[in-house]
């Protein structure tokens, strides 16, 4: 297949998003009036909570076999390299445009965290359609497609949660403090009490020198009777302390949840044959999930461009350096690095030839930010028009970055 009919067949699945984006656009815009930000909420928590986990639950237990598992053990080592690298990478950008402490948890979510789930939700199916497709017939590939592309949304919503959730709170919490350090400090300076201020910080210093003096005195005299608290109360203790670092309702969203149960059905033959098939008793469990499912990708999309929306109206100013270093490395130095990572793991026998399997792991690599870092960001209330800036700029590139990238590893693959 020539590379101007791969490019094509590359270019349709994004103008297709291209154009979906744009109607969510018009639909939030003052004129429509139809997707507002509290319509926007609503339908998010409906594609969160209903949509998103029915098709990721139905086409994992379509196509899960405990055969099939022996070959999708990579998708989670490569998700984490991408995150580890981009992480990496961000921590550079960071140090070389001098970003302001705000930003820096935001830069690191936009270099580490890619679009893992919506994006490929919407181009794989179109790329399936198309005639120049160099993975099959129709069926076959939008039905492993759509499998391979939601263990990738719900593998990635993981390491979102865990890694770039943590990130945002310890950085949003540092510059917190030193911004309230500032202001103690300019009032105090105004105020003309240096001197008071001095002597309580002496006197906190003197005391908690006399605190950690005095307290091994006193522990010193008390008899050496160690407590060694039962395994269950260790656990326990261990266990809230991971759940006070890791907010474990999040890292368990509903997509997740999704994933365990397409696994559970896939992977047992007596559920699978009774839900999945069209001679299945059950299948009528199957034609509903499909029907639920089959909202996602509309309102994904047209979600996103109602809230690219936002960052066209918002007047926060983002360094340009700082917008350029995340189109680099997410257009340019991820996307080369994963073709190298992804091209090694095949030469070494550690991922099967299925050219779908390897164009979705080679695509993780070169597809925009999640939208999820906006939502992070406002938890933390933190730089949030300033991801819409940058979400703005970012997504406006996508559409020619991916579809240079997607038409690049179809030709590698084909």
């Known amino acids: 297949m020539g590379v101007l009919e791969l490019f094509v067949t590359a270019c349709v699945p994004v103008f297709n998003m291209l154009l979906v984006t ?4 018009f639909l939030a815009t003052d004129f ?18 209903v949509f998103n986990p029915s098709l990721v639950a139905i086409y994992l237990a379509k196509t899960i076999t405990m055969e099939s598992l022996a070959k999708l053990w990579f998708m989670p080592v490569n998700i984490l390299l991408a995150f580890s690298f981009g992480l990496l990478f961000g921590w550079i950008l960071i140090h070389v445009t001098s970003a302001p402490a705000k930003l820096r948890g935001l830069i690191l979510g936009c270099c580490s965290a890619g679009n893992l789930g919506n994006i490929f939700l919407i181009i794989i199916p179109s790329i399936c359609k198309e005639k120049g497709s160099p993975f099959g017939a129709h069926d076959v590939c939008q039905t492993y497609g759509l499998a391979y592309s939601s263990l990738s949304m719900a593998i990635g ?3 979102l ?8 709170r310890i950085t949003s919490n540092v510059t917190e403090g030193d911004d309230d350090a500032q202001t103690n400090q300019a009032k105090a300076l105004t105020s003309g009490d ?10 906190s210093i003197s005391n908690h020198g006399m605190n950690e003096s005095t307290l091994p005195l006193i522990s010193s005299n008390i008899p050496g009777t160690k407590y060694k608290a039962p395994f269950s109360e260790r656990a326990m203790k261990c266990l809230s302390s991971v759940s006070a670092t890791v907010d474990l309702k999040k890292l368990f969203a509903p997509s997740t949840i999704a994933v365990v149960v397409g696994f559970i059905i896939g992977g047992t033959p007596l559920i699978r044959n009774a839900i999945i098939g069209d001679g299945a008793p059950l299948r009528v469990l199957q034609e509903s999930a499909e029907l639920i499912g089959g909202g996602a990708i509309p309102s994904v999309t047209l979600i996103m461009g109602a809230n690219l929306l936002s960052g066209i109206r918002g007047g926060s100013s983002v360094p340009p350096s700082v917008i350029a270093g995340i189109m680099v490395v997410r257009y340019i130095l991820l996307p080369l690095l994963g073709t190298a990572l992804v091209k090694g793991a095949v030469r070494l026998g550690l ?14 690599y070169a597809v925009p930010p999640a939208m ?10 933190v730089g949030e028009s300033e991801c819409s800036v940058i979400f703005v700029w970012v997504y406006a ?4 970055a991916v579809t240079i990238w997607s038409a690049f590893f179809m030709w590698t693959l084909s």
């Open 22 to 25: 744009g109607v969510g656009s």
């Open 32 to 49: 429509a009036g139809i997707l507002s930000k509290e319509a926007r909420k609503h339908l998010n928590n409906i594609v969160f909570y």
């Open 157 to 159: 919503a993981v390491f």
């Open 161 to 168: 949660w865990s890694i770039i959730y943590n990130i945002v």
């Open 194 to 203: 240096v001197t008071e201020i001095v002597s309580e910080e002496s006197h």
């Open 351 to 364: 991922i099967q030839p299925d050219p779908l399997y390897q164009f979705i792991l080679h695509l993780q």
């Open 372 to 381: 999820n870092i906006g939502t992070i960001m406002q938890l933390f209330g």
């Open 397 to 400: 590139l996508a559409s020619i």
